[in-house]
Nanobody, 130 residues
Framework: VQLQASGGGLVQPGGSLRLSCAASGITLDAYAIGWFRQAPGKEREGVSCTSSSDGTTFYADSVKGRFTISRDNADNTLYLQMNSLKPEDTAVYYC????????????????????????WGEGTQVTVSS
């Protein structure tokens, strides 16, 4: 199983980026999938998740209204469209996939449950700075 994340970079405040996560070895639609991020000196936190099985999509309060998670089942790829970026969005972003039985994306309160994740991408750096 491999989750290959890409799309990070340096962007000015107010700018946009789209992260991609290409999966091989698993079918993303069969999993709860999403994104975490980790800023220097901070714990890894859940940003967004989506689960076809549970019929749910959740966002962290800090990104709600600015970030949009989506998937392309034909390409087996997960996306995170990030708009109106702020300096506090600076972090390494990781895509993640979890067995739906873990309940990771069944409730918003479990969005940051790192121990529910079965597969991690390698991370892509997002830096928001002028």
């Amino acid at each position: 199983v491999q989750l290959q994340a890409s799309g990070g970079g340096l962007v000015q405040p107010g700018g946009s980026l789209r992260l991609s996560c290409a999966a091989s070895g698993i079918t993303l639609d069969a999993y709860a999938i999403g994104w975490f991020r980790q800023a220097p000196g901070k714990e890894r936190e859940g940003v967004s998740c989506t689960s076809s099985s549970d019929g749910t999509t959740f966002y962290a309060d800090s990104v709600k209204g600015r970030f949009t998670i989506s998937r392309d089942n034909a390409d087996n790829t997960l996306y995170l469209q990030m708009n109106s970026l702020k300096p506090e969005d600076t972090a390494v972003y990781y895509c993640a996939a979890a067995d739906v039985r873990s309940g990771w994306c069944r409730h918003r309160r479990t969005l940051s449950a790192r121990n529910a994740v079965d597969y991690w991408g390698e991370g892509t750096q997002v830096t928001v700075s002028s």
